[in-house]
């Protein structure tokens, strides 16, 4: 997703009118280009500026949603972060979509400079359209001191007082039928999305216990994530040829050669800036992600094969690894609550694999201490959970097959995806001791 350059950009009009069919008349422009997409706080400042008036100034958002070359412009009131937002999205299926910001001049006596009320109670309708038509009731609205009808110089708008979050004020109503049925239907749909009251592309369901949300907005001290990596069981050359036959013999000369040092605060800066709703990192500079051609490239993983699926079933995963390694995972006793359920701890298999001190072992020994050698670096590097010492049992069914079958899969999309549905879990963790898991050098 890329940030469109003309979000930065805004065109303030001051000085003059504008007739009932949304064309202006007799303004100044002034064309602001902002470092980034502002927020209506800044264009607030800005437009006071432009016009040399501090108080009581009123801005309208203009945009044309007419199409087939008519022009047919529509006004909405602004106000606030929210109504400015709302117009923002107004803009994306404009004719033109650089933001129009109209700004008015009220005087202490709530009269503007042709001696009419600035702002009206309610709205007013310009013409005498059909009242199935419009769905609307023309209010009666008392003329000016000088005689004249307030709708010779006004702008029918809402006031800030009635009018709701969504509602506009049309200046021409040549619409299609179905035009507002159709944006009601969009709009029901969106609330079952539960969107964000202030940021619609957010989901409340990410955003409640997000720790940016927790740090910025409700003040939150969070400390640094602990980053859940291993290092690699000893290397043995001898393990070269039943790795280089699972296709993994690139990552595995990588990791041999010397991994950088982890930097959690660093990593954990990423996590506060990561987005669910994109799998990317929001960054004042735009938005960053990693790509699968990032880990293919990063850590000589291949990308084509087949997806890393399969049947998790917890019961006798001891007897499996125990089948493939010759050495049965320790039971827990019975009074005690099984904690490595999903796997054995990097512990173990370091006091049981750790190097083959043997230089005439046979060939069947040798794979077995390679097996568990790929074990520990697919569970401990490439799929690390955010709980601690655990080495998941989840893959061991591919790493307990064929060497062949194991250069089959997609090892590079089965690492980006884990790595984003960690990077989902942890940006709502808060606890002092939180872990992170993934393959965090991807990030580092």
């Known amino acids: 997703m890329y940030r469109s350059k003309m979000d ?142 307030v709708r010779d110089h006004v702008h029918p708008v809402f006031s800030p007082c009635d009018m709701a979050e969504d509602d506009i004020a049309v200046v021409n109503n040549d619409f299609p039928e179905d035009t507002f049925e159709e944006e009601d239907r969009e709009r029901e749909e969106e609330n079952n999305m539960a969107p964000h009251p202030r940021y619609p592309l957010l989901d409340t369901t990410y955003d409640d216990k997000h720790r940016a949300h927790l740090m910025v907005d409700l003040g939150r001290e969070m400390k640094c994530m602990r980053l859940r990596t291993h290092k690699p069981l000893p290397w043995d050359e001898r393990y070269a040829v039943y790795i280089g036959r699972a296709g993994l013999l690139p990552l595995a000369r990588l990791v041999n ?45 291949p990308i084509d094969g087949h997806a890393m699926i399969g049947m998790v079933q917890p019961q006798g995963w001891r007897d499996m690894v125990e089948a493939a390694l010759g050495l049965r995972p320790p039971e827990v006793e019975e009074d005690v609550k099984d904690r490595k359920t999903t796997g054995v701890s990097s512990a173990w298999l370091a ?31 490439l799929f690390p959970d955010g709980s601690g010492n655990t080495i998941s049992w989840m893959v061991f069914p591919i790493v307990a097959g064929t060497w062949e079958d194991m250069a089959t899969y997609s090892w590079a999309s089965g690492v980006l995806a884990y790595l984003y549905r960690q990077l989902c879990d942890g940006c709502r963790r808060c606890g002092d001791s939180s872990g992170l898991g993934g393959c965090l050098y991807l990030l580092q």
């Open 8 to 149: 930065r950009v805004v065109r303030i009009f001051f000085g003059g009118t504008v007739n009932k069919n949304g064309e202006l008349v007799g303004m100044s422009e002034e064309v602001v280009a902002f470092v980034k997409a502002p927020m209506f706080s800044e264009v607030e400042t800005k437009a006071a500026s432009c016009v040399g008036v501090g108080d009581g100034l009123r801005f309208r958002g203009r945009f044309d949603a007419g199409g087939g070359g008519r022009a047919h412009y529509v006004l909405l009131e602004l106000g606030t972060e929210d109504s400015w937002l709302l117009y923002k999205e107004c803009l994306k299926d404009a004719q033109v979509r650089i933001a129009e910001v109209i700004v008015d001049v009220a005087e202490n006596d709530g009269r503007n400079r042709h001696g009419c009320a600035a702002i009206l109670p309610a709205m007013v309708l310009l013409e005498d359209e059909p009242v199935d038509v419009l769905t609307q009731e023309a209010l009666h609205v008392p003329d000016c001191p000088d005689g004249s009808p």
């Open 257 to 301: 050669a010397g991994l950088p040092r982890m930097d959690s605060a660093a990593l954990t800066a990423l996590v506060d800036r990561w987005r669910p709703e994109t799998h990317t990192f929001h960054l004042p500079c735009g938005e960053l992600t990693v790509t699968l051609q990032d880990v293919a490239m990063i850590l000589g993983l």
């Open 351 to 381: 006091e049981h694999f750790s190097q083959l001190d043997d230089p005439q072992a046979e060939d069947w020994l040798v794979e077995r201490y390679a097996r568990a050698w790929l074990w520990h670096l697919i569970g401990g590097f």
